[in-house]
């Protein structure tokens, strides 16, 4: 968990971009376990945001103090966190950027909050005029497929288990994108809102999941089609196609793959 009171080490009012590394723990997702104090597997990310003159934190759990303190600088902060190993890595971030936005709110201006190892930012968000026009939407990557696939109905199944209405937001938005949870994000309040809700699904009902799904996914479209779809914007400008590697492309934000 958070420490109760962690500065904010950057001027208050700017936006930031979060990412969580969480490692030495079994990850279904991607069915290995990340090595520790590894930087060179975020370092794609954080050179991304410097390179944008973008404000970045990575909350990890095993990054050492030499590691932190050899990349660390004036735009790239590191906080340590204690993983809640009754929660997965990709479902447990969601509760860190809670409780750190709830002590931060009146610092932040808007948040992204993204993968670590395989999204890159490939133009600043934050002073793009599809951005600053749309101030109270939320923003989020999306996947060239519907969500009535085989993959997502495996993934939900704990959910559609013990969520009441879970089947229903199913039948009806089965047909709609697929939205990705690896780059969410917006101004301070829609976040606040939204995390609060997300976090809150995932300690109600993903806890203790022994599944070989961890559910990100399956919470993520669930919470966003049911309470946000009518501000929610998604794709182009957001991310790029999802596994197409487009590394290149100037007319997105981030990359995803």
């Given at each position: 968990m958070l420490s109760e009171a962690v500065a904010f080490p950057f001027k208050a009012g700017e936006p930031l971009v979060a990412t969580c590394h969480f490692t030495g723990i079994y990850d279904v997702n991607r069915d290995t376990t990340l090595p520790n104090d590894d930087f060179s597997l975020v370092s794609d990310w954080a050179n991304s945001l410097q390179k944008h003159n973008v404000n970045g934190i990575i909350f990890h759990?095993?990054?050492?103090?030499?590691?932190?303190?050899?990349?660390?600088?004036?735009?790239?902060?590191?906080?340590?966190?204690?993983?809640?190993?009754?929660?997965?890595?990709?479902?447990?971030?969601?509760?860190?950027?809670?409780?750190?936005?709830?002590?931060?709110?009146?610092?932040?201006?808007?948040?992204?909050?993204?993968?670590?190892?395989?999204?890159?930012?490939?133009?600043n968000p934050f002073i793009d005029t599809f951005f600053t026009s749309n101030n109270n939407k939320l923003f989020c990557g999306d996947e060239p497929e519907i969500l009535d696939n085989e993959w997502m109905y495996h993934h939900s199944q704990t959910l559609r288990e013990k969520v009441e209405g879970y089947a229903d937001y199913e039948a009806q938005f089965k047909n709609s994108t697929l939205l990705?949870?690896?780059?969410?994000?917006?101004?301070?309040?829609?976040?606040?809102?939204?995390?609060?809700?997300?976090?809150?699904?995932?300690?109600?009902?993903?806890?203790?999941?022994?599944?070989?799904?961890?559910?990100?996914?399956?919470?993520?479209?669930?919470?966003?089609?049911?309470?946000?779809?009518?501000?929610?914007?998604?794709?182009?400008?957001?991310?790029?196609?999802?596994?197409?590697?487009?590394?290149?492309?100037?007319?997105?934000?981030?990359?995803?793959?």
């Open positions: 759990n095993n990054f050492s103090e030499a590691t932190c303190l050899k990349h660390q600088h004036a735009q790239l902060h590191f906080i340590q966190v204690t993983h809640d190993v009754t929660f997965s890595p990709n479902v447990y971030r969601y509760i860190v950027y809670r409780e750190y936005l709830k002590q931060h709110t009146s610092k932040i201006s808007h948040l992204f909050v993204t993968d670590a190892t395989d999204v890159v930012m490939l133009k990705n949870c690896g780059i969410i994000g917006g101004n301070v309040l829609v976040m606040n809102r939204f995390l609060e809700n997300l976090a809150s699904i995932h300690e109600q009902y993903n806890r203790n999941n022994t599944s070989l799904y961890t559910g990100d996914m399956g919470a993520f479209n669930y919470l966003v089609r049911t309470m946000f779809n009518g501000f929610l914007l998604h794709g182009t400008s957001v991310n790029t196609v999802f596994k197409q590697y487009e590394n290149e492309r100037t007319d997105c934000w981030f990359c995803h793959k």
